[in-house]
């Protein structure tokens, strides 16, 4: 499944909704939409990752460049992560640079 | 199966994918298997054209061929790239290295190796073979 990306910027929160498969042919567009919002210094960023079937080591790499570009005081939530997806991150010790969470826990994410 | 040919192209990848998916079908693997043998290949692939071919300013082509035996499925990847061992990339002074900081390449070798059963590497007639392999009975 091809990959597509959302996102918005609300309050000072960073939202991406990913959907498909992140390879590295898709990682790019991810990178360019993570600078863009970058732009706007965002204080939080939330990757809702329930839609999303496949993630390769291009899109950990892209959660790499995402905390380095928006500064290590802005948390990153990874909402949702699908099974295999999940693995791939705590294999490769992703899991602790990232918050992740099964759902959306607006009391915990929006309380910026 | 019959191998499929495509470009060395990112594009290529998705094909790739859906050609160690179908293979993975045809084996019996579970979801959780085939999804890391398609990781694996993914990676390797990915290598493939960024490293072997874009960043050395060639072209050419991607094989991949599937075989089935009662006991595995093997997945080969096939190029005519610049040679390139993925187990370079995997020696101890580089194991010790957080995976973030790897060499360009060594993140997408680690996740290779670590989702199959085993991995190979043959230079051949000035071909790159990277052969996957992964059991047909529950490991």
């Known amino acids: 499944m091809a990959f597509s990306l959302t996102s918005e910027t609300v309050n000072g929160i960073a939202k991406f909704t990913l959907v498909g498969e992140l390879d590295a042919a898709a990682a790019g567009s991810f990178r360019e939409a993570v600078e863009q919002a970058a732009a706007s210094r965002p204080k939080r960023v939330v990757l809702i990752m329930d839609a999303l079937t496949y993630m390769a080591s291009a899109g950990l790499r892209t959660l790499v460049f995402a905390k380095q570009k928006m500064g290590a005081n802005v948390d990153i939530y990874v909402i949702g992560v699908q099974e295999a997806v999940r693995e791939t991150i705590e294999m490769t010790g992703f899991n602790h640079s990232v918050i992740m969470l099964d759902t959306y826990d607006a009391a915990e994410i929006e309380n910026v | ?139």
């Open chain 2, 1 to 139: 199966m019959k191998p499929i040919i495509v470009p060395g192209t990112l594009a290529s990848l998705s094909l790739i994918r859906d050609y160690a998916r179908t293979a993975a079908a045809e084996a019996g693997l579970d979801k959780k298997r085939t999804y890391r043998l398609e990781l694996a290949v993914d990676e390797i692939a990915t290598n493939i054209v960024n490293h072997g071919y874009q960043e050395a300013g060639l072209t050419g082509d991607v094989v991949a061929r599937a075989t089935i035996t009662v006991c595995a499925l093997t997945i080969t990847l096939e190029d005519t790239a610049v040679p390139f061992d993925p187990r370079r990339l995997t020696r101890p002074e580089q194991i010790d290295l957080p995976l973030a900081e790897r060499p360009i390449g060594g993140l997408g070798v680690f996740l290779a190796i670590e989702n199959v059963d085993e991995f190979r590497y043959e230079h051949v007639d000035d071909h790159n073979r990277n052969i996957f392999v992964v059991n047909r009975t529950a490991a």
